[in-house]
């Protein structure tokens, strides 16, 4: 029987950005009431996250926040208006610094967003007696291991790489005691590399569309031999959705990955392709932090979630291309 989420509230942490606003469509979608707090930060472009929930302004079934999640008492407020409701659905937190790179510059916003801000929401989801909790970690918890791929979730996680992986590896485990203690009810998905229609321009699909585009060279860490696993977000939104409707046990971790892995070479020759233009190589040394491969074990997913990605990079490239040149143009009629 498929799960009813209507009339259900959700709280979306993150929701304007890449990943949350997906969802947010798809939560809206299936019927449920959405509750987006985000801070709309300039970790990249706000125009980006304000154009992902422009769609979204006028829907009865949405609200929004502008706040900031490391603020306890302004976030609490967001629970006095909603917590009740929230007992019947949930929190869905995706807000996070992201990115392994600037982490080992600004390590203690990660800390303190992606540590302290979990713990606010597991502190609120107690005190308001919110049952269920999905939590977006990352691949980048299993660190660099690649004689241990594809990675499993029963793996060892206890050397992450960079700050940021060392956070998400933090969030999962200050949420196994929330779960333990408070009976609150927790999935922990680790996403692997997601892309498509919305990307973050820090990432590397975004960032190559767009100097190959405007004809620049794009900076190759290594010798274009590192491999990740690219999830296309259509897929992660299906996990997201099986992971909330998952209920049979109080703590669970997942992958969620295509389980396919492309290498960085053929990465940039594929979007060569879409782009009908050459990439101009500039090739960088290894960058600390970044791991060589990602590659998702899915079994499990697939198995307690009926998980099942549907679409290959040579599929989702040219979709993201497609959205990145529309996107490109729109941007240039708004103010800067
Ligand atoms: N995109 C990926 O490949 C990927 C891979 C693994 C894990 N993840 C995780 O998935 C989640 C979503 O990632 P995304 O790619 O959509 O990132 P994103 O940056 O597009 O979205 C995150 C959102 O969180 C908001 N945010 C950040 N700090 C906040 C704060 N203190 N208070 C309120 N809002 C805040 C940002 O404004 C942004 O809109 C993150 O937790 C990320 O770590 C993403």
Known sequence: MSYDYSGKT????????????????ALLDAGAHVVVVDEFNDFYDPAIKAHNLAPFANHPRFRLYRQDI??????RDVFEHHGRGLQNGGIIHLAARAGVRPSLKEPRIYLETNVTGTLNLAELAREFQVKKFIFASSSSVYGDNPQQVPFQEDQDISKPISPYASTKAMGESLLYTYSHLYALQVVALRFFTVYGPGQRPDLA???????????KPIPVFGDGSTRRDYTYVDDIIQGVMAAVAYERSPYEIFNLGESQTTDLSTLIAYLEGCLGKKALIDRQPMQPGDVSITYANIDKARLLLGYNPQTKIREGLPRFVEWYLNWKEMRALLPV
């Open 205 to 215: 699909i975004h960032k190559f569309t767009r100097l190959i585009d405007e004809g």
């Open 70 to 75: 490391r603020e306890f008492v302004g976030l």
């Open 10 to 25: 959700y709280l979306v942490t993150g929701g304007a950005g890449f990943i949350g606003s997906h969802l947010t469509r």
